[in-house]
């Protein structure tokens, strides 16, 4: 019946559709999945590559475990060196690597791709071995784990190599890491071994382009010090063919609360002397005493009295440099009082911040000239510019001595001034006028009359105000006098009743 015929014709498949292919009962293939895996990967390889990478740096698991053919050929290859059938090897390898490949078994292929590279560098067949790692990388499906092994094992034959032939394993090295981002660390691991050769070649432009162009500061599988080391070398380049723009980004990396750890107290001084030699260029006399200063407060320095003193001392001297503001005032006031002791042990420099911290003329040259113009800062070793420094010393001491002429002159002799300050005319003009530009003081000249007039010129406002004021001040006298005047009369008609009833 047509009943009985829909019953029995099975339902054709889906268009399209293939339904699995079952392979037959006693199958290799079902056997081999049958096997237990490796329960625990060899001592050389980490159970994972990159633990902050995630799954990024993570392979699919492994549908075959091919360790005990990987065993069997390791050990067949082993003979077929020794008998010199080199590349018969490889070949045998090779075969099998792209089963296991397949199998995305991770780690039987990383030791396979380690061999190979181990039997290329033992031979010394150093074209077959750089065709073979770019081969074997950029096989599709290629295993991570075994990509990153391959790369650390030929990393760590590089220091042992002559230079042509380091710098051609370099240069392949790269281009296999390249765009991977588990092996991100090697590769900048390898920009920094290429930058060194071109260092010591002298073309430390080369150098620092190479370098500075690595983002290690969000390497997340990079340790904090190595990954701060980097940075500094960065930094070191850079200063190096004076890219001043360029130093100043990548200080921006670092951030000073992780130099503040007690593994990174080198690495902090290193720091701090780059940034010297930033803010010497950039003129900021400020930036560079709070550089020494953070200098002085690390540990390892305070040990030494002969590192402190050295800081301290810098620290003084760039203070008294920078312009005068609120917070550089701020500061000497707090360097005088919280550092006191340390100072008493360099007399010399207390005695000049104290010069400047007294409302007292300062006669130029200074008592001590010899011994403070002996001072490194002072020098052309280790900074340049040292003559530059010192007219600004004695800048810094003539605006001293007109800020106080300020304070105790409402109105002064140009001629005078002159003579205070030590100065000839123009000079004495010059400096007037640009303390008044940088509003430190407020001064009028007058050069007809050659007089100076300080203080500000009162406003209508102000002056309605000193009228308010002084119209108070006059009002309460003569409220104080009327109760003394009646406090008398009291008084005096006491005594008056007193001698009326005697």
Not at 327 to 343: I, P, R, T, V, W
Not at 439 to 457: S, T, W
Not at 463 to 492: F, G, P, Y
Request: with cysteine.
């Amino acid at each position: 019946s047509s009943e009985g015929r829909l019953e029995a014709s099975p339902s054709p498949p889906a268009r399209g559709r293939r339904g699995p292919r079952c392979p037959p009962h006693n199958s290799p293939r079902l056997r081999r999945r049958a096997q237990p895996a490796l329960s625990s990967p060899p001592p050389a390889m980490a159970e994972n590559l990159n633990p902050v990478l995630g799954n990024l740096a993570k392979d699919p698991k492994a549908t075959e475990d091919y360790s005990k053919d990987v065993e069997e050929v390791i050990a067949r290859v082993d003979t077929m060196k020794e008998a010199g059938r080199v590349m018969e090897a490889v070949e045998e390898m090779l075969a099998l690597e792209k089963k296991t490949r397949q199998a995305s078994d991770g780690i039987s292929t990383s030791r396979l791709l380690c061999k190979i590279c181990q039997i290329l560098y033992d031979v010394k067949e150093w074209a077959k071995l750089q065709e073979h790692i770019v081969m074997l990388a950029k096989k599709r499906g290629q295993t991570k784990r075994a990509i990153t092994d391959m790369v650390k094992l030929v990393m760590s034959w590089l220091p042992a190599l002559e230079k042509a032939r380091m710098l051609e394993l370099i240069g392949t090295l790269s281009d296999v890491t390249d765009g991977k981002i588990f092996v991100e660390v090697e590769r900048a691991r390898l920009t920094g071994m290429l930058a060194k050769i071109k260092e010591d070649e002298g073309k430390l432009e080369e150098a620092a382009n190479l370098l500075q162009e690595v983002q290690v500061e969000s390497f997340g599988a990079m340790e904090r010090r190595e990954k701060t080391e980097y940075i500094l070398n960065q930094m070191r380049l850079v200063l190096g063919k004076k890219d001043f723009v360029r130093t100043q980004i990548i200080s921006k990396k670092l951030n000073p609360k992780l130099l503040e750890a007690e593994d990174f107290q080198d690495l902090k001084v290193q720091y701090y002397e780059y940034m010297v030699r930033y803010w010497l260029h950039e003129k900021k006399f400020l930036d560079v005493s709070k550089a020494y200063q953070s200098i002085f407060n690390t540990a390892n320095v305070q040990a030494d009295e002969a590192k402190w003193k050295a800081a301290l001392t810098a620290h003084a001297l760039y203070l008294l440099l920078a312009p005068y503001d609120n917070e550089q005032e701020d500061m000497m006031h707090k360097l005088d009082k919280m550092e006191a002791k340390k100072l008493d042990k360099v007399p010399v420099f207390q005695e000049l911040i104290k010069i400047f911290l007294r409302k007292e003329i300062t006669a130029w040259p200074l008592a001590n000239e010899a011994e403070i113009k002996s001072h490194p800062v002072f020098q052309d070793s280790p900074h340049e510019g040292a003559s530059v420094r010192w007219d600004m010393l004695r800048k810094r001491v003539v605006q001293h001595n007109i800020k106080v002429i300020s304070e105790y002159y409402d109105q002064i002799h140009t001629k005078r001034l002159c003579e205070l300050l030590g100065l000839s005319d123009r000079e004495a003009e010059t400096e007037l006028s640009e303390l008044v530009c940088a509003k430190f003081v407020a001064a009028k000249i007058d050069r007809p009359a050659g007089e100076i007039r300080f203080g500000r010129k009162q406003n209508y406002t102000d002056r309605l105000n000193d009228w308010s004021d002084s119209i108070t001040k006059m009002l309460d006298l003569v409220e104080n006098s009327c109760h003394l005047i009646q406090k008398e009369q009291m008084v005096h008609a006491a005594r008056a009743k007193l001698k009326a009833k005697k």
